[in-house]
């Protein structure tokens, strides 16, 4: 595909890339075991999982055969009588170094496999992962590219009132994008509560801990979409903050960071024109449901005192705190859970949302932020 | 209950009580305060059992609003918030306040009657014991009612999930688990105390019956771990209240401090819930076989190689968050070592059965079910040691099923294999075989139906603790909301068994209950009286010791 | 066996086993600070040391280069923002070396903050040498401040071969206001 095509798409690069990644795409999971996955590491833990359960499968044979061959060869309705031994130092002796040596053998490639899955050494690409409670933020460390993943599904099929879609909790706003045939190094930590960053297609699971810093690596053969889920409890969205790895050939990643750059610069661009309210509102609601809705609520009510209300009281009805209110957007509110926006939203989502805030659930001010004020106050700093 | 209330009364005045706290019972008050009162072993080993029997159905009823909410995809009955709630009582209810005092009630009942002794060595000391408890799952309860709901973190209660985020409520949950925790250690004081000093004259430890040894070792790691509990909730309750940052990044503190404290006591305290378990299933088993125990010294040489073991194992709870290669590598070895001692038991149960002269009476098919699914799950054990699978494995559906096949066909079938076992030296009366076999044959279907499909919902990528999945884990999850409703019903056919028994209806037993069973409570009278062995009984090691030649 | 003998039995039991308790409780308080030297130590968890370090001596290894990584964040409840002004250095073992990092309050209050380190892969934590480092206690800035502030440190010539790359990330997060009085102005 043309590299014009990519650039036209811009900042609605997303859904182009599934369908073109869908097509190749490789679902490794039989619904019922572990997925064998789509990296060396992660074939070789599959074939360790098979081995180990093949070996356990082996033991149960014999030790259920044996438990029921005696239930029901000596039946006491059958006439059984006991015999009276009851001890026998062979046999215990071998039922001890037997076990030793299986397990022995279990450790040999386990041990190889580890010491694999530890050498993050000469990666190709640094991404750091953050968790958020409940979203994930990528930041490619190398390329200055850096947004944030967020659940795609509608409210709408959670609570049922819409037909669940094929990948009903397993798929996000914006994937994390990775060429095939390199190695990926994550590093990982968390902005909250300790999340794990877990794809079973690439053998990747690893804690994502505040304050800590941890790393992991793959490198995918493959160009396909492999999800996976944050698998430590992290609170009530827990279950709501997928991941999603999208491979491509190296020149589509390539085409990739272009876009990404490109969507920047289209948000940059859109940052200097006059937006209409009812653009502003249209992107603010957009906007707050995926990043202020979790705290603030949908309706806008909050749950005070941690988050408090924007519907009806507070800073979005006070006409004489409107700068207040974009600088906690942008800067966060030192004390509270409030995060700070500005490095991860552009200032168009920054204007809109506070825009919304200001006029939506009755609030109504009628005052509207541009994306240029935001700029400014950016570019001022 | 009844018919051992009014006998007790007949008992009492008649009985010369070896130790001065006994007497209190004589002139004490009657009806429901007597019970409140009572420092009877019997008496509170009834108390600690009807407690845990209820605690069992308040965290099985949780358990079943899990169950509902995940048997479709979506959010139909429940919020989230609530969801992560009833997760976490349920762990915390059934952990802390089913398993572990339904053993501590058995061994109230039973150590003194099997080794000799008229009663526990501290009689007040376990009263109050007991009476911490309620305290303790009151006051726990009462935090669902509390603003912001109660604790929703996991009963692994991982920081700062449990400091910084969690809700106001956490001070009450943190005194209930120190209430429950001290009630623990004295238990294990009690019993430690009654085992090395009252035994009949003539009986060697040598000479104990597996529950006996396996409580003796289990009330070890009480003593050894309780305090560290004690001390990491009270390390929350100072991050939450008083600004330490024990835990907190941001104040220089350490989440993974917590686990590996929280870990360094929660691997022992799982073998503080299978222990005791190892120990009725080793006096079932040789009883229905009518052949002694297979291997008696290397059962204790195993039950205390597991015990120390469990203190070296810890951070095989916590292979993804960053552990150093050596590291790694030596919890996984010391984890799959554990593999040996829990074989030898097992093999130990199978060599006894092996040429013996068996009958399937419920005791012994709660015991047979035992040993089959403990060992599947101890298989599935052997699995998660290994720490390029554990990646995967880890935290989904997969180690969900691997607890629940130790604990439920496990601890829990320990238990109602005691209960069957000897209900008759508790009420006189035989529990209904027929019911017993309903009970035990619906628990099975129901218990494989509810977490066999969990190994498969775990491998197949599904976390553990979400209240909604994706799609293609609705099977299974669907068979396990089938199988757990199957389950938790199940169990009140116990409760119908044990009316019956207490009743007085069904067949009427003899002081020797079961033809094969052996060890001193069976030498007492069926129901056993208020007050057994005021003078110690004749013990003769040659004859009746299990580790007789 | 006596009632009185077994009296005494139990009471010399309890007294034992409440000594193994009152072991054990101060094991549990003596975790907490040994975990920390073991962390220290071991590299464990990737903490470096919270106070300045001595050079390790030896010859810098010019032969080795090693890739030092500087990733910052800032934590919720701080308008901060923290910055590495050159996110990638390439260093020999055992020379010294500089790194600058900026720190800028965005918010319209006086705030302190303080910057947690951690490093991975953490074998190359106790490598690590700080002879200087903003992290050992927390600053203060005005309103719309911004402040440059320094990294000295040295990577030990005993790094393990097999690591090329460390990388360090600090979390910046808010300080103590207790102590920012005692510590303010420690760069003025």
């Keep these: 595909m043309s590299r014009l095509t990519w650039a036209a798409l811009g900042a609605a690069s997303q859904p182009f890339l599934a369908a073109t990644v869908q097509a190749s795409s490789i679902n490794t999971s039989s619904g019922w075991n572990m997925p064998a996955g789509v990296t060396e590491i992660s074939r070789e833990v599959f074939g360790l999982h098979m081995t180990i359960f093949w070996i356990c499968v082996a033991i149960a044979v014999v030790v259920f055969?044996?438990?029921?061959?005696?239930?029901?060869?000596?039946?006491?309705?059958?006439?059984?009588?006991?015999?009276?031994?009851?001890?026998?130092?062979a046999v215990e002796i071998l039922w001890t170094a037997v076990p030793m040596v299986i397990l022995v053998l279990m450790a040999v490639p386990a041990t190889a496999t580890l010491k694999k899955m530890y050498d993050t050494s000469q990666a190709d690409i640094d991404i750091l992962v953050t968790g958020y409670q409940w979203r994930w933020g990528y930041e490619y460390l190398e390329n200055d590219v850096e947004f944030f993943s967020n659940l795609a599904t509608p409210r709408e099929q959670i609570h049922g009132s819409q037909a669940k879609g094929d990948n009903y909790l397993v798929e996000v706003d914006e994937a994390m994008v990775v060429p095939t045939g390199q190695k990926i190094r994550l590093l990982l930590t968390a902005n909250d509560v300790i999340h794990s960053w877990w794809v079973p297609d690439l053998a990747v699971k690893k804690d994502a801990i505040p304050g800590f810093v941890n790393e992991?690596?793959?490198?995918?053969?493959?160009?396909?979409?492999?999800?996976?889920?944050?698998?430590?409890?992290?609170?009530?969205?827990?279950?709501?903050?997928?991941?999603?790895?999208?491979?491509?050939?190296?020149?589509?990643?390539?085409?990739?960071?272009?876009?990404?750059?490109?969507?920047?610069?289209?948000?940059?661009?859109?940052?200097?024109?006059?937006?209409?309210?009812?653009?502003?509102m249209e992107r603010g609601e957009a906007t707050y449901t995926t990043y202020c809705a979790a705290c603030h609520q949908p309706d806008g009510k909050g749950v005070p005192p941690a988050f408090p209300a924007l519907a009806g009281e507070g800073i979005s009805v006070d006409p004489d705190a409107l700068e207040d209110h974009k600088k906690i957007v942008l800067h966060g509110k030192s004390g509270t859970a409030m995060a700070a926006f500005g490095e991860n939203l552009s200032p168009s989502e920054i204007a809109a949302v506070i825009t919304y805030e200001r006029n939506a659930w009755g609030n109504d001010s009628g005052e509207r932020v541009q994306p240029a004020e935001i700029q400014s106050m950016l570019e001022s700093e | 209950m009844a018919s051992d209330t009014s006998q007790a009364t007949v008992q009492v005045s008649t009985s010369a009580v070896a130790q001065g706290d006994g007497a209190h019972d004589s002139h004490g008050p009657t009806g429901i305060l007597r019970w409140v009162v009572t420092t009877n072993h019997k008496e509170i080993g009834s108390l600690y059992?009807?407690?845990?029997?209820?605690?069992?159905?308040?965290?099985?009823?949780?358990?079943?609003?899990?169950?509902?909410?995940?048997?479709?995809?979506?959010?139909?009955?429940?919020?989230?918030?609530?969801?992560?709630?009833?997760?976490?009582?349920?762990?915390?209810?059934?952990?802390?306040?089913?398993?572990?005092?339904?053993?501590?009630?058995?061994?109230?009942?039973?150590?003194?009657?099997?080794?000799?002794?008229?009663?526990?060595?501290?009689?007040?000391?376990?009263?109050?014991?007991?009476?911490?408890?309620?305290?303790?799952?009151?006051?726990?309860?009462?935090?669902?009612?509390?603003?912001?709901?109660?604790?929703?973190?996991?009963?692994?209660?991982?920081?700062?999930?449990?400091?910084?985020?969690?809700?106001?409520?956490?001070?009450?949950?943190?005194?209930?688990?120190?209430?429950?925790?001290?009630?623990?250690?004295?238990?294990?004081?009690?019993?430690?105390?009654?085992?090395?000093?009252?035994?009949?004259?003539?009986?060697?430890?040598?000479?104990?019956?597996?529950?006996?040894?396996?409580?003796?070792?289990?009330?070890?790691?009480?003593?050894?771990?309780?305090?560290?509990?004690?001390?990491?909730?009270?390390?929350?309750?100072?991050?939450?209240?008083?600004?330490?940052?024990?835990?907190?990044?941001?104040?220089?503190?350490?989440?993974?401090?917590?686990?590996?404290?929280?870990?360094?006591?929660?691997?022992?305290?799982?073998?503080?819930?299978?222990?005791?378990?190892?120990?009725?299933?080793?006096?079932?088993v040789p009883t229905f076989a009518r052949k002694r125990l297979f291997g008696y010294a290397s059962m204790v040489y195993a039950t205390a190689a597991i015990a120390l073991l469990s203190f070296l194992v810890w951070a095989h709870h916590m292979f993804t968050v960053g552990i150093p290669l050596v590291g790694e590598l030596f919890f996984m070895y010391s984890t799959m070592l554990i593999a040996v001692p829990t074989g030898v038991k097992i093999f130990n149960w199978i060599a006894t059965l092996f040429r013996g002269s068996i009958s399937f009476e419920v005791p012994m098919l709660f015991a047979l079910g035992f040993i089959v699914m403990f060992t599947i799950g101890g298989l599935s054990g052997v699995m998660l040691a290994i720490v390029p699978a554990d990646f995967q494995y880890h935290d989904t559906y997969f180690v969900v099923a691997h607890f629940h096949y130790v604990l439920v066909p496990g601890a829990l079938f320990a238990i109602m294999a005691a209960a069957y076992y000897w209900m008759p030296k508790w009420t006189g009366y035989y529990a209904s075989e027929t019911l017993g076999k309903w009970h035990f044959w619906l628990s099975v279907i129901g218990v494989n139906l509810t977490f066999f499909p969990m190994h498969f919902s775990g491998l197949a990528g599904m976390p553990r603790r979400i209240p909604d999945y994706a799609l293609q884990f609705a099977d299974f999850n669907m068979l396990s909301s089938i199988g757990g409703f199957l389950f938790g019903f199940s169990q009140l056919i116990f409760v119908w068994v044990l009316i019956k028994a207490i009743r007085g209806s069904g067949e009427k037993a003899h002081a020797h209950a079961w033809e094969g069973a052996d060890g001193l409570e069976w030498t007492v009278p069926s129901p056993a009286p208020l007050h057994t062995f005021d003078t110690p009984p004749p013990f003769d090691p040659l004859t009746e010791s299990p580790s007789r030649h | 066996?006596?009632?009185?003998?077994?009296?005494?039995?139990?009471?010399?039991?309890?007294?034992?086993?409440?000594?193994?308790?009152?072991?054990?409780?101060?094991?549990?308080?003596?975790?907490?600070?040994?975990?920390?030297?073991?962390?220290?130590?071991?590299?464990?968890?990737?903490?470096?040391?919270?106070?300045?370090?001595?050079?390790?001596?030896?010859?810098?290894?010019?032969?080795?280069?090693?890739?030092?990584?500087?990733?910052?964040?800032?934590?919720?409840?701080?308008?901060?923002?923290?910055?590495?002004?050159?996110?990638?250095?390439?260093?020999?073992?055992?020379?010294?070396?500089?790194?600058?990092?900026?720190?800028?309050?965005?918010?319209?209050?006086?705030?302190?903050?303080?910057?947690?380190?951690?490093?991975?892969?953490?074998?190359?934590?106790?490598?690590?040498?700080?002879?200087?480092?903003?992290?050992?206690?927390?600053?203060?800035?005005?309103?719309?401040?911004?402040?440059?502030?320094?990294?000295?440190f040295q990577i030990a010539p005993d790094l393990p071969e097999h690591i090329e790359t460390l990388t360090l990330a600090y979390s910046l997060y808010p300080g103590d206001e207790d102590e920012t009085v005692a510590l303010g102005g420690a760069y003025d």
């Design chain 1, 216 to 280: 992991t690596w793959f490198e995918v053969d493959e160009p396909g979409v492999y999800r996976g889920q944050c698998a430590e409890l992290c609170g009530s969205g827990h279950a709501m903050m997928p991941i999603e790895v999208r491979a491509v050939t190296p020149e589509d990643y390539a085409v990739w960071l272009d876009s990404k750059r490109d969507a920047a610069a289209a948000e940059a661009a859109g940052a200097g024109r006059e937006w209409s309210m009812d653009e502003l």
């Design chain 2, 49 to 284: 059992l009807l407690f845990s029997l209820a605690m069992l159905f308040v965290g099985g009823s949780m358990a079943l609003v899990i169950r509902t909410e995940l048997f479709q995809p979506g959010l139909q009955f429940i919020q989230p918030e609530f969801f992560n709630q009833m997760t976490t009582m349920h762990g915390l209810i059934m952990v802390f306040g089913a398993i572990m005092p339904a053993f501590v009630g058995l061994a109230n009942w039973m150590i003194p009657m099997q080794i000799g002794a008229p009663d526990m060595a501290l009689p007040r000391l376990n009263n109050f014991s007991f009476w911490l408890l309620p305290v303790a799952f009151g006051i726990l309860l009462s935090t669902l009612f509390m603003e912001g709901g109660g604790p929703n973190f996991g009963w692994t209660f991982y920081a700062p999930l449990s400091t910084t985020y969690a809700p106001p409520s956490t001070s009450f949950f943190i005194m209930s688990i120190h209430l429950a925790g001290i009630s623990s250690i004295l238990g294990a004081i009690n019993i430690i105390a009654t085992i090395f000093n009252l035994r009949t004259p003539g009986m060697r430890l040598m000479d104990m019956s597996l529950f006996v040894w396996t409580w003796l070792i289990t009330a070890f790691l009480l003593i050894a771990v309780m305090p560290v509990l004690a001390g990491v909730v009270t390390m929350m309750l100072m991050d939450i209240n008083f600004g330490t940052s024990f835990f907190n990044a941001a104040g220089g503190g350490d989440p993974v401090l917590f686990q590996h404290l929280f870990w360094f006591f929660g691997h022992p305290e799982v073998y503080i819930m299978i222990l005791p378990a190892f120990g009725i299933v080793s006096l079932i």
């Design chain 3, 1 to 152: 066996m006596s009632t009185t003998h077994a009296r005494a039995g139990v009471r010399r039991t309890v007294i034992r086993t409440l000594c193994v308790l009152v072991g054990m409780v101060g094991f549990t308080l003596a975790l907490i600070p040994l975990y920390d030297v073991f962390c220290e130590i071991t590299g464990l968890n990737g903490k470096t040391a919270n106070s300045a370090q001595v050079v390790s001596a030896g010859e810098v290894d010019e032969s080795r280069e090693v890739r030092v990584q500087l990733v910052t964040r800032t934590g919720t409840g701080l308008s901060w923002q923290l910055q590495a002004l050159d996110p990638v250095i390439t260093v020999h073992p055992g020379e010294i070396s500089q790194a600058m990092f900026r720190f800028s309050n965005r918010g319209d209050i006086t705030s302190s903050g303080k910057a947690v380190p951690s490093i991975t892969p953490s074998a190359g934590a106790e490598h690590f040498r700080k002879m200087e480092c903003f992290c050992f206690q927390q600053q203060s800035l005005m309103a719309g401040e911004t402040l440059e502030l320094p990294l000295v």
């Design chain 1, 65 to 89: 055969g044996v438990m029921f061959y005696s239930l029901i060869a000596y039946r006491k309705s059958k006439g059984a009588s006991a015999a009276h031994f009851h001890e026998n130092t």
